[in-house]
């Protein structure tokens, strides 16, 4: 038995899965780290550590005796975080890297937000000794759930975060796909998995000594699909015209089309899989289970 003491890093709904998926299937200890108080954490019995990430020498000392911090933060905070969690000797840290591979991330700043600074401040950080390791997944079930991920606190300001602004409009049955072939013409692929089986996954990972499709929609509806395809020219033209109009959530989104379509969310040789033993939820009975009642 593996017995951990772990920081889970911000307050949102990964954030709470993987806290209940410690819970539930480990014995080590975890508190949340928080930039304010939340009631409904506590009293729920999980412990919230209130930190101010501008503050390093406190941080440093809030996280001694940690082995491991688990990131749901981005931008200058995850970085100050990272800068803490090696001073104070944590050995594991997880960034909050959860979405496309990021051999493959899209050179625009406007959807990177920090993430290829923290990567690289985090190699650097290895030689202290605290070894990182990413959990890109691809594209989450939620997005096309009711409500989108804003239901569940992610992927604030991304312009991707409502219901059906990506890929899918489930409710309405419309969908605006990007060119279907990369710019080497090779097939576009989009890996998906649950926020449950994401949180599932990396806490089994922590156990280890070393680390390392659109039709289910039109079927649970029951009807056709009004689908959208976009080519690579019209994609380029619509964000001009959406940057000319300052209209930034539309912006995000062709941009994040665009990215999908350069293979962001293709994952063709999973690493994790193989070395853990855990059954995901397919995407058609996740979808099925949470449109069944609206």
Request: hydrophobic share 45%; proline share 3%.
């Amino acid at each position: 038995m593996v017995l951990m003491k772990i920081a889970i890093a911000g307050t949102n709904g990964l954030a709470q899965l993987l806290a209940h998926e410690i819970e539930s299937s480990s014995t080590s200890q975890f508190v949340f780290l928080s930039r304010r108080p939340v009631e409904g954490l506590a009293k729920k019995g999980w412990q919230v550590m209130v930190v101010d990430y501008r503050d390093q020498r406190a941080l440093q000392f809030k996280l001694a005796g940690t082995d491991v911090v688990l990131s749901t933060v981005c931008g200058d905070a995850q970085v100050a975080l990272m800068e803490a969690a090696a001073a104070a000797k944590v050995k594991r840290f997880v960034p909050s890297e959860f979405s496309g591979n990021p051999s493959r991330r899209p050179t625009s700043d406007l959807i990177d937000k920090g993430h290829r600074r923290a990567i690289v401040r985090l190699a650097g950080l290895e030689s202290t000794g605290m070894r990182f390791c990413t959990f890109t997944c691809g594209v989450f079930y939620e997005r096309f759930g009711p409500g989108g991920l804003a239901q569940v606190q992610i992927a604030k300001g991304s312009g991707i975060d409502a219901e059906g602004c990506f890929l899918l409009n489930v409710r309405r049955c419309t969908a605006k796909l990007p060119p279907s072939r990369g710019q080497d013409g090779s097939s576009v692929k989009v890996s998906m998995v649950s926020l449950r089986d994401l949180a599932r996954s990396i806490v089994a990972a922590l156990k280890l000594k070393t680390w390392l499709e659109m039709e289910a929609a039109a079927t649970m509806r029951g009807r056709r699909f009004d689908v959208q395809e976009l080519s690579r020219p019209s994609l380029v033209s619509a964000i001009s015209s959406a940057q000319h109009a300052r209209d930034l959530d539309k912006e995000l989104q062709l941009h994040h089309l665009l990215a999908t379509s350069d293979g962001w969310f293709d994952f063709s040789q999973p690493d994790l899989n193989t070395r853990i033993d855990l059954q995901f939820e397919p995407f058609r009975s996740w979808l099925q289970r949470v449109w069944a009642d609206a």
